[in-house]
T-cell receptor, first 115, second 114 residues
């Protein structure tokens, strides 16, 4: 596609449930990032993929969060045993040049609400 | 750790006027990159302008320009001839030369009035 696509756009779930958020990056972009944006805050880095491997997952808040990118394109962010504090917009971005001034192209995010 | 501070939670400007959004950052690095991103209600972050720290000349992109003061660690965004479509959240962001993760400020909400 022309841009970064994220699904679902909105997700409402109950505390304790499992959630998957999907990101389809721009074709040819080897770098993929997940960010979390809580209400009234700027995006916070979660994880960075270069190709199929997670080059840096230091931003994942705990072991309930996990992300995969098995074929080096689409990525899935997985959240187990969701908590109310997980409610946020989850943004995905991709780029051709991960370092330096390389531009990140963002999707419209998935808004997760945990009741 | 690098931090980015945007001290203006909200700003307002009249259409066709000029507004400046402030950003300061803290770093011990000498080589890095600074960015301004715009986030409209659609939630999609869009790059407005970027600045390489090694360049002394301030970046400009049409109506958008920056005032980069490296010694003061200040990176403000000036929007000239403001338009209704400029209304959005604006985020300042920092990235080291060797890094890949953007470090964002908390954002400034810009309101444009007719």
């Amino acid at each position: 596609g022309a841009g970064v696509s994220q699904t679902p756009s909105n997700k409402v779930t109950e505390k304790g449930k499992y959630v998957e958020l999907r990101c389809d990056p721009i074709s040819g972009h080897t770098a993929l990032y997940w960010y979390r944006q809580s209400l009234g805050q700027g995006p916070e880095f979660l994880i960075y993929f270069q190709g199929t491997g997670a080059a840096d997952d230091s931003g994942l808040p705990n072991d309930r969060f996990f992300a995969v990118r098995p074929e080096g394109s689409v990525s899935t962010l997985k959240i187990q045993r969701t908590e109310r504090g997980d409610s946020a917009v989850y943004l995905c971005a991709s780029s051709l040049i991960p370092r330096g001034a390389g531009e990140l192209f963002f999707g419209e995010g998935s808004r997760l609400t945990v009741l | 750790a690098q931090t980015v501070t945007q001290s203006q939670p909200e700003m307002s400007v009249q259409e066709a006027e000029t507004v400046t959004l402030s950003c300061t950052y803290d770093t011990s690095e000498s080589d890095y990159y600074l960015f301004w991103y715009k986030q409209p209600p659609s939630r999609q972050m869009i790059l407005v302008i970027r600045q390489e720290a090694y360049k002394q000349q301030n970046a400009t992109e049409n109506r958008f320009s920056v005032n980069f003061q490296k010694a003061a660690k200040s990176f403000s965004l000036k929007i000239s001839d403001s338009q209704l479509g400029d209304a959005a959240m604006y985020f300042c962001a920092y990235k080291t030369n060797s890094g890949y993760a953007l470090n964002f400020g908390k954002g400034t909400s810009l309101l444009v009035t007719p």
